[in-house]
């Protein structure tokens, strides 16, 4: 790709990004401030922020895991929507010892299994991924849609929702700063983050997923078995995405609603894209796409509609996917 | 008597934009170009042809709207992943996520949202009588063209196409231009059946017609058979509406899964033939 | 006057030349042979003809019309026909499509008139098609007679065919030839490119025998003898270096009956400890296949691998690797290395989960390090940083590293292909020197090359492949370089 080309793509990115705020009536006196202030200017911004953060950083662990095998986990929105719903489920059934625990636990078994059949097919089929996750998300939609208007809807509310969680099945923040949570969610994803850069840098099996994702065939003759690998990684990076969703679930919503995870699983293979071959590259990764979420709502409240986020963070992506694209040119 | 006329139609007008998605989605991915970006070019065109056709008053207008502004999509499809060599998939999903935040934006802005209310739709007839046309034409020249033969060499082998003088490249432009012209119909035809824009009003069908690509291995009969049955279960989830069958009412859902199920199964080996162009998503 | 008349070419490849002031002339009505080693320069000659490349130096006449072909639709239109090694048909597509595929008469096309006028040409030639199954069910002769038809369709005069039997069988083979006498019967040209001495014997008119980008002699086939031609392909033998006699160990490595589609039939041979045996063969004639059914990333139709005394037909390739086996593979880029990453973490690979390189699953990275530098060193691998990407130094230099991999633990069973392939004399002689000194130190290895001279030079022993088919020549000839030769080739000692 020549350098023209390049700026020509930076610049429709940044058109595509900004152009719009010139459409609305909102001059850029009040935007400019409530851009920042949504984001990280203020109290509220840096609540809003921490909100979306930690179903993207997870998200992004487990959408890069996969990756690094060289799988695109497409299905991750749908993982998480399964591991949200089956969470809810069984925190929403009468008391039993242990019931926390198991909830988050039925939260990671159902994204795993939700990642099963893409990867399996992937594995002994060939098919691709991509296809049969696209096939799964929908499927994830159309079921925990049907489950939350029927079964597990909460007879009393309006909409497709289930109750709210008993207040024990709740996680407490460990925080408050002003209007802004702190929960044990955040801390387990960046732990999540760390392991996985501990694992990928010091253990065997990091080293291994790594060949595969770079150079199958070359993984092949050195010994490792490359399909089992990837079918491992892939079912790995289905439980993680469960575990954003049910701790959505248990840390963030205390309930499960229709539609819940909003395109966060999609976000979350922007902020792998974005974190390239670094897994600590998550967490600043994680944060820009969730100020960026933060920044667009908060924006939507004085009249710039919310559709500019995915304007923004498709834009992103293109031009992270370009820049990545280029590196891997330089060895041909 | 008339029961079955109605589920005939339903069918028929459920069916037409999986057809037109399919045979977008059909040119893209024959020439080599993996497109799950079917569903944002459907939405955009749907967008467009709503606000250009309220602006102006003129649905032809809204229609023409519609057309470019799936082409454009599309060629921006074709721009990245041919020019910039970027990941199809990457770069369908984020085509996908831009056309959702467009479609959302413009839909929302306070000038048009006050317009769009009211809204203009191209007579049924119309456009009816223009796919069909369309789509006879572009079976025509896939199953008895060049295009068609050169379309389908640059899918299964670029390298071998390029050694008997064809241009891998400019089919794909071609085949995405096709593509964005398809979806842009289907956009039309999916506003002149609803009664105003939406967040996410085409509700899968992009990917239903993935769907019945897959299902049919890529080709173009058994493709357009696949759509019509696909348009006659969405058409029976209406008639079944509430009404039991074997003693249970099935949940809508039910009807709106089988699409995705019988996909998956297909994929697994169960169902059909799902053997792809051999150099799909080949740079 | 010669139909075709290529003068003095020279083609240059940067500093390497592929061919050098090479005269080449045939005549309609008959079919000429261009035969050589691998690397001889013939395919590089015939793609200058057809158009695929352009001489640095010399002229092209064709029909005694000095010509210049700025790409291959010129030659195309000037008759000229090329039908490539690895064929151009897309196997999902049905005969009669392939066939006119990129030489359409019109927008819309006519199955029938297009049917017609392809049996009009099979016909005369005795071709029988289904036109309308798919390509992929066809076998690799009609695959090659579509290849011949799609030449004529295009009313090609002068046809070249680059190894036209590689993927043929012997009956095929004989059936191909028919069919070229007739068409030169008819008054085209053909062309062949070929390692076969019996084709050019029984198959062929004249004869050009090109060495090293130099041509030898063209000459008419009538009189010639096959160990004439040998001798004029492969040269005259140098005097081999004095090589120390082995010290024979146990059985390392034994291969009995392996069997792999049309690959490998029936191959049986044993490596010894302390012996170094070279693999001659021209490429494509089942070294790819055996090396890797040894490796286990192939898995063989029927036979007994036994590594050391242990049993590992059935063994993971990680088992294989457990057990001593090293590989020098083929294709650094795909298999022997992983480009993009630095030099200290391709040293692990394939021993990443033992020691120096993990323990318990967890990595030791400075161990690692020290690994990485020994094997650098080893061959001399000239690098900036040990965290540089390996895909970053010179062929030469990539091969040095990981040749300096797989012989860096000693003992075991090495299986190395080319692995002096991308280097200089001097790393040429390190390569087979740490070979040696591997074998000289109770460990084997087999290697693989397509230089016959290379091979007499370095190895205890050599035994051949052709075919699919291994043989060890008889103790009289096991030096012979010219009885090697010709069985490399095919022909009987």
Known sequence: MSGRARVALVLVVVALALGPLFLTPVPPSEWVPELWGSSFGEPRGWALTLRELTPLLIGGVAVWLALRAGLFNIGAEGQMLVGACATGAVALAPAFPGQLVIAIAAGVLAGALWALPA?????????????????????????????????????????ATTKMLDESLRWAPIAKFGRAELDW???????????????????????????????ATAARFAGIPAEMVQFRAFAMSGGLAGLAGALLVVADQNRFYDGMTSGKGFDSLGVALLAGANP??????????????????????????????????GGLILLFASASQRKDNAHE | MSEFATFFTNTLSLAVPLVLAGFGGLLSERSGVMNIALEGKLLVGACAAAVVGALTGNPYLGMVAALVA????????????????????????????????ATNYVSKLEQFSQTLSGVVRVPQAVLASIIVVLIAVVMAVILRGRGGLHLWAVGEDPVKARLVGLNPVAIRYLALLGTGLFCGLGGTWIMANASGFTDGMTAGRGFIALAALVLVGWRPLPLLAACLVFGAVQSLQLVFQGVPIMGTVWPSEVWAAMPYAVTLLALAGFAGSTKPPAGLGVQ | M?????????????????????????????????????????????????????PDEGEVHIGSEAVRLQSSSDAIARGIGMVNQHDSVIPALPAWRNLIL?????????????????EALAKPLGFEFDWTAPAATMSPGATQKLEILKLLWRNAETMILDEPTAMLSPADAEGLYGTLRQLAEGGKTIIVVTHRLPEVLEGCDEVTVLRGGKLIESRPVAGLTAPQLAEAIVGRSVEAPELTPPNLGEENLVVENLTLGHSLRDVSFSLRAGELVGLAGVDGNGQRELLRSIMGVLRPDRGTIRLQGLNVTKASTRARLGAGLRLIAEDRYQEAMIASWPLVENAALGQHLRPPFARNGRRDLAATRVAAQAMAERFRTKFVSLDQPIGGLSGGNQQRFIAGRALADGGGVVLAFQPARGLDLAGIDDVYGALRAHTRAGGCALVVSFDLDELLAHCDRIITISHGELRVPAPEQARDREAIGRMMLGEEA
Request: proline share 3%.
């Open chain 1, 185 to 215: 969610a955040l801390p387990l994803g960046l732990a999540l983050m760390v392991g996985l850069w501990y694992w990928r840098k010091h253990r065997v099996g990091g080293y291994e997923l790594e060949a595969v994702g770079t150079n």
């Open chain 3, 102 to 118: 990129g030489a359409e008469d019109g927008p819309w096309l006519n199955q029938a008139a297009v049917i017609e006028r392809a």
């Open chain 1, 280 to 313: 600590l590259a998550l967490a600043p990764s994680a944060l820009l796409f969730a100020a960026l979420n933060a920044a667009t709502t908060g924006m939507n409240q004085i009249g710039i509609p919310k559709g500019l986020s995915g304007l923004m963070l």
């Open chain 3, 2 to 54: 010669s139909h075709i008349d290529l003068r003095h070419i020279t083609k240059r490849f940067g500093s390497f030349t592929a061919i050098e002031n090479v005269d080449f002339r045939a005549e309609k009505g008959r079919i000429h042979a261009l035969v050589g080693e691998n690397g001889a320069g013939k395919t590089t000659l015939m793609r200058v003809l057809f158009g695929a490349l352009q």
């Open chain 1, 119 to 159: 990867g399996a097919l992937r594995t002994f089929r060939g098919g691709h991924e991509v296809i049969s996750c696209i096939m799964l998300n929908q499927l994830a939609f159309l079921l925990t849609g049907w489950l939350v208007k029927g079964p597990m809807k909460d007879p009393n509310a309006g909409g």
């Open chain 2, 70 to 101: 799936s082409t454009v999509l599309s060629l921006a499809h074709a721009e990245l992943t041919q020019r910039y060599r970027m990941d199809h998939i990457v770069a369908g999903m984020a085509l996908n996520l831009i056309a959702i935040g």
